[in-house]
């Protein structure tokens, strides 16, 4: 059983470009979250998705965009890469309406902005 | 707005010895879940053990246990008979049941542990 998957692993951009990060949740999940880890913090919450709608965001401006397909994968893009977005991208994914599943994190995508 | 703290950036241990992580949080909910979780240099996030805030009785996963103090929102993993395999970060996170069924996860800033053979 593939767990969560996150494409490409590594990213080098250039600032003022855009990126699109991917991610296809664990088999049976139907929610997926993504997450920004600058270098030595822990992650922080970017948005949810679910039946293909934003569910909740957080403190992260519009540049940071997303979409959910009918498969429940997503995509994660950001537009006008600033350095300040270098970071490791996290995709996590589980099932809605029930806290007792577990979420499964990706191994991440690595951003780099120069 | 909820907060995780986690005071110790870096701990250091030998094999086979007991350590304890620390954790405190802040909230006004009652009714949440913390976590603990592990992350390798593979980078990628480990779910180590879970507790919901209802229960009194602190959740134990084999050599992982807590120290769950609810009213002083603190939660506390110890690893006993510490092995190399456990040299990683370790993320303290809170989480509330948001809007519509949707999950979020607030993380600590992380601890560093290392397992000296």
């Known amino acids: 059983d593939a767990g969560v998957t996150q494409s490409p692993t590594h990213l080098i951009k250039t600032r003022g470009q855009q990126v699109t990060l991917r991610c296809s949740p664990k088999?049976?999940?139907?929610?997926v979250s993504w997450y920004q880890q600058a270098l030595g913090q822990g992650p922080q919450f970017i948005f949810q998705?679910?039946?293909?709608?934003?569910?909740q965001r957080g403190n992260f401006p519009d540049r940071f965009s997303g979409h959910q397909f009918p498969n429940y994968s997503s995509e994660l893009n950001v537009n006008a890469l600033l350095l300040g977005d270098s970071a490791l991208y996290l995709c996590a994914s589980s099932l809605v309406w029930t806290v007792n599943t577990e979420a499964f994190f990706g191994q991440g995508t690595r951003l780099t902005v120069v | 707005a909820q907060t995780v703290t986690q005071s110790q950036p870096e701990m250091s241990v030998q094999e086979a010895e007991t350590v304890t992580l620390s954790c405190t949080y802040d909230t006004s909910e009652n009714n949440y879940y913390l976590f603990w979780y592990k992350q390798p240099p593979s980078r990628q996030m480990i779910l180590v053990i879970r507790?919901?805030?209802?229960?009194?009785q602190n959740a134990t996963e084999n050599r992982f246990s807590v120290n769950f103090q609810k009213a002083a929102k603190s939660f506390s993993l110890k690893i006993s008979d510490s092995q190399l395999g456990d040299t990683a970060m370790y993320f303290c996170a809170f989480m509330t049941l948001i809007i519509q069924g949707a999950q979020k996860l607030v993380f600590g800033q992380g601890t560093r542990l290392t397992i000296n053979p």
């Open positions: 507790q919901e805030a209802y229960k009194q």
């Open positions: 998705y679910y039946e293909e709608e934003e569910r």
């Open positions: 088999s049976g999940h139907d929610t």
